[in-house]
């Protein structure tokens, strides 16, 4: 009886107020004369309520009256805790205030590698706190997924599992946990739906790309074969909605996008760290033609986007101060706009610490070409 209440109680009050989903069972058993029962009800309701909770408190995320959308990526923080980490953490507080004071951005979306986990000793929800921290004095709505750092703490609090708790417990956190069944924990739908809420204008795919040896083949983690197919399994309930996707490390695709189409903006590292096995995700996108545009972080000097086989492929820009590299920090923007048709159309950019916009320099395709994914 317990699971039936349950599964009635999700379908009443989805999306409603602790308050209204408390009233909707009052009324419920009222009108079936149960008034006896009334107080085991509203027991019942607290329990359920609180455990549902998540579920139901966040405001749908939604296109303004003007059709547009915002999304910041903020990407490869890497917050730690080393002699140099408070230093490193304070400077990359003021680079994401910097940007998202100036770009207000409806969603924040993190690529991962919000700590250095390995240079964390112990309780690593104290450093993803500080990370998070500025989007919430600023009451800005964030999502995540998993780098390759973030859950090598060697203490308390530091597995996957540990952090998408902590995450989730926040108000402004949109994040999820991903189904149990398929490889790693940030695996997940985010709708946007249109300015009256009526229907889903935009999807993203929000994807965990794991640590390493992507399929038990040496070199970079990657979405795994069982997230694949799962996502196949989404695209088709939603395969009219145009959509994109987040996650920390790059396709193999990124290589034959540099080596053979044009491209704007930086490849300092002068390589790309993928897989070397390739798990398909790129060909299920193409298949399913919903996904239009991909970005990534991993590569802390490689801000590059370009398009392959008409999806998008984007880079982040190296947001914090935390890990290798001393190239000028920023963060990615992208604009959604929704036309009167329904169609969505996308624009992005790099906004830098000191304020400045660029999307970088064009790169042709030349010799010597990258070939394959770096180790």
Known sequence: HTKRMKQWYQRRVRGQTKLEQQSQFIQHFMKLKCYSTLVVVWLIVECLSASLASSFEKVPLSFDNNGMFRIVQITDGEGEDVWWGPVQDINSTRVIRNILTQEKPNLVVFTGDVITGNNIIDNATDYWGQAISTLVELNIPWCIVFGNHDDLASGVNG????????????????????????????????????????????????????????????????????????????????????????????????????????????????????????????????????????????????DFCGFYSDIQLCFGRHSGYGGYGDWARGARVFDLFLDDQNEVHIKTWIRYEDGRVDEGPVHEPQPPFLGQCSL
């Open 159 to 302: 597995t996957r599992q540990d952090l998408m708790a902590f995450d989730t417990s926040h108000n402004l956190s949109y994040s999820q946990f991903g189904p149990s069944n398929i490889s790693g924990v940030s695996n997940y739908l985010l709708p946007i739906y249109t300015p009256d809420l009526k229907n889903i204008a935009t999807m993203i795919y929000l994807l965990d790309s794991g640590d390493s040896d992507c399929m038990g083949v040496d070199g970079w983690g990657c979405v795994a074969t069982d997230q694949v197919e799962w996502y196949i399994s989404q695209a088709k309930l939603y395969s009219s909605i145009p959509s994109i996707s987040f996650f920390h490390i790059p396709l193999p695709e990124y290589v034959s996008l540099y080596d053979q189409n044009s491209t704007m903006g930086y490849l300092n590292d002068s390589e790309i760290a993928c897989p070397s096995f390739n798990t398909g995700l790129f060909d299920a996108f193409k298949t399913s033609g919903d996904v239009k545009l991909v970005s990534v972080g991993h590569n802390h000097g490689n």
